[in-house]
Each structure stands twice: as structure tokens, then as C-alpha cells.
């Protein structure tokens, strides 16, 4: 045996279920090799739930051939595959078996489809059916009803007796047949793609899936919602599809609007009206402005009606409301004491409260308006205000006199009518109220009350001792003598004016004074009009806006309300307002501000203004040497402000003037000191002091600081400071005047005049004018004067001398010579 034959035969290569076979691999230099393979079977894929098919029967054995014929001869054998070859078959068939399955599935799918839908279709069908069916029997129905009612008519209209006709045959109304629907179960036992059923797929079950079976499930789309109630509403309305009708609009249209808003207020469509303007050849977007005439237009053409409102219809116009006559109730009467300073008008008033505010004024003068409410014996109340008496405090009385109902005039019987007395007068006139005379100091031994009657009717003052209607009592108001009477007085004359207001509306009040305290903020006090002013209640005064945080009385005490008449004190306010400015309470926050912007507006469209002017008023201008003084002031109340300005404006003159750079309320703070430094000018506070910041300042940039608490003195020392401005004033004197007769040389350089003295004398040393044709050549001195050879020191009237002027040369007979001395003097204001 050879080494071949002794070695084991090789294992061939099998796979567990597979069908052996050879395989001839071919090398390189001519050499082959045989290699057993198996082929694996091909697996059977099966539907999930179906049993694989069983492998089918061998083929019967051919039937042999006959005799008679010759088998016929063998083909050979097809050269076996490559394992690349059998490779790519393998693949080939999985990837037709794969799409085989899946065209088998997409079938099944497109069965299932179909057969929904037919179901479907068969379902609305079997619907329309019934409802078809419904509705021809309830046709029929009423049909039958109108023909018996129809019959039951005749039948009583033919029959003469009175036989009962019978009673029209009721028919049962048939409920609607519900339309075949497919069975539930078998919906539900029908299984689903992938085997299991619903309930098994959704997981485990628990308490309250088992209690809501139905949750889960899908919803109807809200789509699908809108169609049912739009077909709902279609059935109700008869199956008419109506369109809806325009609504017309009251649109307000302002002086300009944008187009969107207009748009908003119309209820259309923004690129509507934008498409009607250009159809107007106006090229405008949503967001641009157009005019009151051109939103007319578009009001009109939209067809809705349009309300032109202004700018100025957002202010409030109190004068306009009026309430009617039955919410009108009495209130007390609202009392102004006037008069002439240190008359003892506040004297008056603390003998009649039991206070003693004299004590605490400086100077012993108001310089402030005060008020106060006094109870009467018999149980009413009477609203009293204390206006200044000095001269600078006009606009305080002013306001006094317009928001009173009767007026105090006090009279000292010891000093007279007086020119503050004078001017209270005249305000009580122009208010138009009536007057009651108190003619005060009668305790004093020199006092003369009838002179005091006699001297008002100079003024066209009548009292009642004189045959007059102005009603006069005498008091006393250091000995509290002649204050019942005088109160019993006030009283008979408010019954006569019935005074009235209405409490139950929004409150409206005159502010009386306004300052800016440092703890609690711009604080103002009102006197109620009309109406009741509650805390919480949003106002708006003049260019301010605010809510009424605390309300407090002439006594101190914090209220919650004031009715008609009462003066209080208000907290609360955006900033401090002008004295005379009318609060009135809002509806809201909103208005208040939108009012208050409108005012503030326009307060500085008019501060801002430019006044007409021309050319000769501007070149005068320019040419004028007029003096400005500036100066800051900063003072406790609103109407001590205004006095303190009109006092400085009342001091200026044709030289020199007063420029308030600033006024205002409060303490004096750095931008005040600021302002003041940069102008090189002083401040003057009256009644406030700087704070710590503004006292470094004050230092650091050395500002002069003028404080008061007196009015006159402050006008007093402003004017000596103007005076000191302009400096000391110069007084010419005309001592003489003389005529040029001839003209000598004297010197190289220097001419001689010969004079007669026509007037006066002519001193050495003096001022002199040298005049031609009344025309002034030169102004000099006389620095050399002679008679014949002599030096003199003066020369009379009627005889000749001799001159050499200073600094002119330019002399000629027939020239007037006007010799004069200056005076200084300290000037005055």
C-alpha cells in the first residue's frame, strides 16, 4: 500500500438538515480539487396562526415506455454550480419570496379597504333610506290631518242643528327607525392585523379601565363637531343658508387716527380699508396716520355713522355738569375775611375758634391763606378763610373772593379805610357777594366807628345805619365782644342765599394752597364744592394727576371723607398744582392721567410760544442797555410764590428788570444751586432752608443765599440790591452859560475862547458843553479860565473871560458854552 492509501479518508463538510453534494475547486498549474458541500433546505415561511405544509409527496415513477419504442438517448449532465453562482441564487430567491409576501399583504390590505368602504357605503345608504322614509310618513301624516280638519270644517258649516261635530282624528307621531348598523361583537371579534385583539394589546387592566371602557378611544375631531352643529343649525333654519346682515356701527373718530384703529372701531378688515384708500390714490400701510376728513370717508363709504371728537373734548368741563335740582341739600356757608394788614383779621378768627395763630406767624402778618370750620351755638357750621393783608398778596384774595359765598370786610376803628381795604372792595365787587362789614379795635379809646361808615361810602360801601343793605356789626375781637352778633349775621345771610350742593357724586374742590412737604409729599389744601371727597378717589388738578391717600381737617385729624363746604387738607398728589386750579375727582386711573397729560400739554405748548414780534421790536431790543438781574425762588406755599414773583416784577424799571431763572415749591435741593452757580445768581428762600447735599454745594461753589420769612423785608432788600447794581445816581446842575465871541491861539496846540457869560457864572474845574447849532460837539472841562490877565476861579453873568477847554481844539465864534456839575446820590427803586 501506498502513504496515500494508508491516510484516513477526509470527513466531508455537512450542515445539521442540509443535502450533500461536490464541489470541484480549480488551482493554478493545472491542479483541481473535489470538495464535499451541503446545500441548507430552504425554509418555509408561514402565515402567524397557520400550520406549516407538510413537504408534498414524492412524484409517482414515470410510466415505462412501450416496447416498441427505444428509450431515448441521455442528455449529459449540466456542469455543476460555483459556490458564487450558488450564492447569488440563494440570494435571488429570498429577495423574490420577500417581495412575494409583501405583494400577497398589500392584496389583503387592499381587500379589507374595499370592503370597509362598500360597508360604509351600504351603511349611508340604509340611512338615507329611513330618513327618505321618515319623512314621506310624516308627509302623509300631516296630509291626513289637514284633510280630516278640512272635512270636520265643512261638516260644521253645512249642519244646521246643534249636533257636537265629531272630533278630528290624532295620529300618533312614528318615532324615527334608527338606521342598520354593523354588530358591535363582530366588529370586536374580528381580529386584528398581527393576531390579539384590541383589549389585549392595550396592556394590563385596572380598576378604572374596567370602570370606563370607553376611555381611550378616539375622540371626534373638533372639525368634525363644527360640520354637526353647522348641518344642526341648517335643519333649525329651514335649510336656508343666509348670509348675516351688516351691523352699523357708532365709530368716534379723533382729529387723527391710524388706520388699524379705525379699522378695530369699524369691525372690518384692516386690508380693506387700506384697498379703499387706494382706490382714493392714497398709498398707506395699517400702521400710518390719516386725518379726521379722510376716516369720514372711509366711516361713510363702510356705511356706518361716525362721531368726530377734538383734542380738547378729553378735558373735563365742570361748568358744563350740572345737578338737578332735587339731589341739590344745604351746606354750610363758605366765609373770606378780608382786609387791610394788621387790621386783626386772624385776631377775628382765633377769637372765634379759641386758637391763637398770630403767635406763630412771622412778623405777626398771614402771608398765608388759612382754613378753618367754627361751630355755632344754634348747632350749624360756618367754613372761614384767612387771607393776607398785605399788599403782595393780591391773587390770595382774589381767590378768596371767588370760591366765598359772603364776605368779612374788617375794618380797625382806630386807623380807617386803608388801600388794602380798598382793594378788598373792589375783588367782593367782582365776585359778586355779598358783604358784611366788622368794624374790629372798638375797645380802644380812639376808635371812631362812625367815621369808619362814613369813609366807605366813598367806595359805594352803603351799611344799614346809613339806609344802606350792607350789614355792619362792632366788635372786639381782643375782648370777644360783638362775635355772637356777628355770627348770628353770617348766618341770617346764608338762609337768604340758600346755599346748596349735592353730596352724593364725584367731588370737585378749588385748591386754596399747595406746598411740598418734606415727609409727605406736594400736599395741597382744597375746599369742597360740591359732591363728597373719599379716600382711595382718583382726581386729577390742573397738570396733575393722583389718589387720595389721606384726608386731614383744619384740626389736625385724619378723616375719611369731606362733604360740601369743608376745607381739608389732600395727600396723595403727582406734583405740587397752581393755587386756583379746580380738582376734580375721575372714574379712573386712566382718565385721570389721560386728562392730565392733555393739560400738561398744553401748558407747555403756550410756555413755549413764541409771541408775534416784528423788527423794530427785535432791533430795539438789541439796542436796549437794560440791566437783568437773576434770581431763583424758592418759597413754602404755591401762593406765596406767586406773590414773591409779581413783588419782583413790580420793582423792575426801565434800567434794570428781575429774571426769575426758576420758581418753585419746597426745599432748596442741588439743581437749584446748579442753576444758580451757572448764572451767578443768588437765591432767595422764604420760609425753606437748603438740604445737606445743597448746603456742600452752596459752599463749594460760593452761591449767595437771601432768606425771608417777612415779605417786606425780602421786596425791601431786593431793591437796595437792584440799586447797588445799577450803581449811585448822577444829578446834573446848570450853573452857567455863555457865548463864544472870538477865538484865540494860546500855546502851539491849544485854542483860547473869548466868552461873555450871558447866565449864571462859569467856574474853573467844572463840567462843560460845547454846543453848535443846539447840536452838542464835545463834552469837557473848563481847564483854564481869565479875566484880562488874571487867573480866576469864577466869572458872573454879564462880563467877558477867557477859557482853554480840555481835550478839543474845535471852537468857533457864535458856539454855546454850558457849564454844569454832577451830584451823586444813592439811588433808589
Known amino acids: 500500500m501506498s502513504d496515500e492509501d494508508k491516510k484516513p479518508a477526509r470527513k466531508p463538510l455537512t450542515l ?25 433546505r430552504r425554509r418555509k415561511l408561514v402565515k402567524p396562526g397557520e400550520e406549516p405544509a407538510a413537504a408534498p409527496p414524492p412524484p409517482p415513477p414515470p410510466p415505462p415506455p412501450p416496447a416498441a419504442e427505444k428509450p431515448a438517448p441521455k442528455k449529459p449532465a449540466a456542469p455543476a454550480e460555483t459556490p458564487q453562482e450558488r450564492v447569488a441564487r440563494l440570494q435571488r430567491e429570498a429577495e423574490e419570496e420577500r417581495l412575494r409576501l409583501a405583494e400577497e399583504a398589500r392584496k389583503r390590505d ?32 300631516a296630509k291626513a290631518a289637514a284633510e280630516a280638519e278640512a272635512a270636520a270644517a265643512d261638516a260644521s258649516a253645512l249642519s244646521d242643528d246643534s249636533t257636537p261635530t265629531p272630533s278630528a282624528r290624532k295620529f300618533t307621531p312614528v318615532a324615527r327607525p334608527e338606521p342598520k348598523r354593523p354588530d358591535k361583537k363582530k366588529k370586536e371579534e374580528k381580529p386584528a392585523r398581527g393576531g390579539g385583539s384590541d383589549k389585549r394589546r392595550s396592556g394590563k387592566l385596572t380598576v378604572s379601565k374596567a370602570l370606563n371602557e370607553d376611555e381611550g378611544r378616539r375622540a371626534r375631531s373638533l372639525a368634525a363637531l363644527k360640520r354637526a352643529r353647522e348641518k344642526e343649525r341648517r335643519l333649525q333654519g329651514g335649510g336656508s343658508n343666509k348670509p348675516r346682515e351688516k351691523q352699523v356701527r357708532d365709530v368716534i373718530v379723533p382729529e387723527a387716527i391710524t388706520v388699524g384703529e379705525l379699522a378695530k372701531r369699524m369691525g372690518e378688515k384692516g386690508a380693506d380699508l387700506v384697498k379703499e384708500l387706494f382706490n382714493l390714490d392714497m398709498m398707506v400701510t395699517v400702521n400710518q396716520t390719516i386725518d379726521q376728513d379722510t376716516a369720514e370717508l372711509l366711516v361713510e363709504q363702510f356705511g356706518h355713522n361716525i362721531q368726530k371728537v377734538s383734542e380738547s373734548d378729553v378735558d373735563i368741563q365742570n361748568e358744563e355738569d350740572v345737578d338737578p335740582e332735587e339731589t341739590l341739600k344745604p351746606r354750610p356757608p363758605v366765609v373770606t375775611i378780608m382786609g387791610h394788614v394788621d387790621h386783626g383779621k386772624t385776631s377775628l378768627l382765633d377769637a372765634l375758634r379759641g386758637t391763637n395763630v398770630t403767635k406763630g406767624e412771622a412778623g405777626g402778618i398771614t402771608q398765608h391763606i388759612g382754613s378753618y370750620q367754627v361751630k355755632t351755638k344754634s348747632g350749624g357750621k360756618v367754613t372761614f378763610l384767612d387771607t393776607p393783608g398785605h399788599a403782595a398778596f393780591s391773587e390770595m384774595r382774589a381767590r378768596g373772593a371767588n370760591v366765598t359765598d359772603i364776605v368779612v370786610l374788617v375794618v380797625a376803628a382806630d386807623d380807617g379805610v386803608m388801600p388794602q381795604t380798598i382793594e378788598a372792595i373792589n375783588h367782593t365787587k367782582a365776585a359778586g357777594v355779598p358783604m358784611i362789614v366788622a368794624i374790629n379795635k372798638c375797645d380802644k379809646p380812639e376808635a371812631d366807628p362812625n367815621n369808619i361808615r362814613s369813609r366807605l361810602l366813598e367806595h359805594e360801601v352803603i351799611v344799614e345805619a346809613m339806609s344802606g343793605d350792607v350789614q355792619d356789626v362792632e366788635i372786639s375781637a381782643k375782648e370777644k365782644t360783638g362775635l355772637d352778633e356777628l355770627l348770628e349775621k353770617i348766618e341770617l345771610q346764608a338762609e337768604l342765599l340758600e346755599l346748596k350742593a349735592r353730596p352724593d357724586r364725584f367731588a370737585e374742590a378749588t385748591v386754596i394752597e399747595a406746598q411740598l412737604d418734606k415727609g ?10 360740591r359732591g363728597t371727597l373719599k379716600r382711595g378717589d382718583t382726581f386729577v388738578v390742573g397738570t396733575e ?62 410756555r413755549t410760544a413764541l409771541a408775534p414780534t416784528n423788527f423794530d421790536t427785535m432791533f430795539n431790543n438789541l439796542a436796549s442797555n437794560v440791566i437783568e438781574w437773576p434770581v431763583l425762588v424758592k418759597a413754602d406755599v404755591q401762593g406765596s410764590v406767586e406773590a414773591i414773583v409779581n413783588a419782583l416784577h413790580n420793582i423792575s424799571n426801565d434800567e434794570i428788570k428781575v429774571r426769575v431763572l426758576n420758581a418753585g415749591v419746597g426745599a432748596i435741593t442741588e439743581s437749584d444751586v446748579t442753576l444758580a452757580a451757572a448764572s451767578n445768581a443768588p437765591i432767595i ?54 457865548q463864544v465871541k472870538e477865538v484865540f491861539k494860546s500855546g502851539k496846540k491849544d485854542k483860547a475862547a473869548g466868552l461873555l457869560v450871558e447866565d449864571g457864572v462859569i467856574r474853573k474845574g467844572l463840567f462843560a458843553r460845547l454846543t453848535r447849532d443846539d447840536v452838542i460837539v464835545s463834552a469837557t472841562t473848563i481847564a483854564s479860565l481869565r479875566r484880562f490877565k488874571d487867573d480866576v476861579d469864577e466869572v458872573r453873568s454879564g462880563l467877558e473871560c477867557g477859557v482853554v477847554l480840555e481835550d478839543t481844539n474845535d471852537i468857533q465864534p457864535g458856539d454855546q458854552l454850558e457849564v454844569f456839575e454832577v451830584e451823586e446820590r444813592e439811588r433808589t427803586l
Open 16 to 40: 445539521k438538515g442540509a443535502q450533500p453534494g461536490e464541489v470541484k475547486q480549480t488551482f493554478s498549474h493545472g491542479r483541481t480539487n473535489k470538495v464535499a458541500v451541503e446545500v441548507k
Open 110 to 141: 387592499e381587500e379589507r379597504a374595499k370592503k370597509a368602504a362598500e360597508d360604509e357605503k351600504k351603511r349611508a345608504e340604509d340611512n338615507r333610506k329611513a330618513e327618505e322614509e321618515a319623512e314621506k310618513r310624516a308627509a302623509e301624516d
Open 545 to 606: 394727576s393722583g389718589r387720595v391717600r389721606a384726608i386731614i381737617d383744619d384740626q389736625g385729624k385724619q378723616i375719611k371723607e369731606a362733604g360740601p363746604s369743608m376745607p381739608v387738607e389732600v395727600l396723595g398728589l403727582g406734583g405740587v398744582p397752581s393755587a386756583g386750579d379746580v380738582l376734580t375727582v375721575v372714574e379712573n386711573e386712566q382718565r385721570a392721567r389721560e386728562v392730565a397729560a392733555y393739560r400738561q400739554e398744553k401748558a407747555t405748548e403756550k
Open 685 to 738: 428762600g422764604f420760609n425753606v432752608r437748603p438740604n445737606a447735599k445743597a448746603r456742600d454745594l452752596v459752599k463749594r461753589d460760593n452761591v449767595r443765599m437771601m432768606y425771608y420769612d417777612v415779605i417786606y423785608h425780602l421786596t425791601d432788600e431786593v431793591a437796595k440790591e437792584m440799586a447797588g447794581e445799577l450803581g449811585p445816581e448822577r444829578i446834573e446842575t446848570v450853573v452857567g452859560r455863555a
Open 520 to 529: 409727605r409729599g406736594p400736599v395741597a389744601t382744597v375746599l369742597v364744592n
